[in-house]
């Protein structure tokens, strides 16, 4: 849940929405309180916690909806990935790593959408996920991803069919294999979107607090003019 609630403040300030420490002080008590079951409860009290204006409102919105939508689609709050937390399912404890990698066949064939989410989730958190910051790392992270949940396993395993002869069984274990690199990939895309919305402004606002305005262009008034307000509003 600590790292739930971190990773979606991260989100919001990469969006240009300021949360403070005492803010997120209160999202921790509302989201310990309430718990992360309830979507719609979740919403209204973080946004009560964490946006003000309505310029903020519209903010957190966007990205509430794009990082429940990526993130814990369908989750229930005892399947998140939690620090201390483990959850017992009928092919493992998605919590261990080897058990992760021992059942990735079975995962995909046997489980619902939302075991496969979570073990997508735990790998990434592994991965370091959280640290993507261009488009070109997509394919690194992609197989960083992959390699967590157990791709060295089923690569062994089509080697095997190969070896035995098992022409049905390697072409299924392959197509697993396609089937989950496009499943992780897509989930890496949509992370660096959501990571990377407004990484450009904000390098460039960085740059123009720390120079001189005779050395600014024109174009970029606009910009220093809402770094000002931003000062001014501290």
């Known amino acids: ?21 005492s803010e997120s002080i209160d999202a921790m008590n509302v989201v310990s309180e ?9 919403k209204d009290s973080l946004s009560f916690s964490l946006a003000k204006t309505l310029r903020e409102k519209e903010i ?12 814990y689609m369908n989750l229930k709050s005892d399947e998140l990935p939690e620090e201390n937390h483990e959850r017992d399912i009928e092919f493992g404890d998605l919590n261990n790593s080897e058990n992760i990698q021992k059942n990735l066949e079975e995962l995909y064939k046997n489980s619902d959408k939302t ?8 790998a990434a958190r592994d991965a370091n996920l959280q640290d993507i910051k261009l488009f070109t790392q997509v394919g690194m992270f992609t197989r960083k991803i992959f ?11 089509i080697f095997q069919a190969s070896r035995q002869g098992d022409t049905k069984r390697e072409s299924e274990l392959k197509n697993i294999r396609e089937s989950l690199r496009l499943e ?11 990571r990377t919305t407004n990484a ?7 740059a123009l607090s ?25």
Not at 60 to 71: I, W
Not at 115 to 122: E, K, P, Q
Not at 200 to 206: A, F, P, T
């Open 115 to 122: 075991s496969l989410m979570t073990a997508m989730a735990l």
């Open 184 to 194: 992780i990939r897509d989930y890496v895309e949509n992370q660096v979107k959501l």
């Open 1 to 21: 849940m600590v790292d739930f609630l971190r990773d979606f403040i991260h989100i919001l300030r990469s969006s240009d929405l300021r949360v403070s420490t």
């Open 147 to 157: 390699d967590e949940m157990g791709l060295e396993t089923l690569n062994n395993d």
């Open 200 to 206: 450009g402004k904000q390098l460039r606002e960085d």
């Open 60 to 71: 957190f919105n966007e990205c509430f909806d794009s990082f429940f939508e990526e993130n």
């Open 34 to 42: 309430i718990g992360l079951s309830d979507k719609s409860l979740l």
């Open 210 to 234: 720390q120079m001189r305005l005779t050395q600014a262009d024109k174009s970029d008034y606009q910009i220093m003019s809402g770094i000002i307000k931003k000062w001014l509003g501290d």
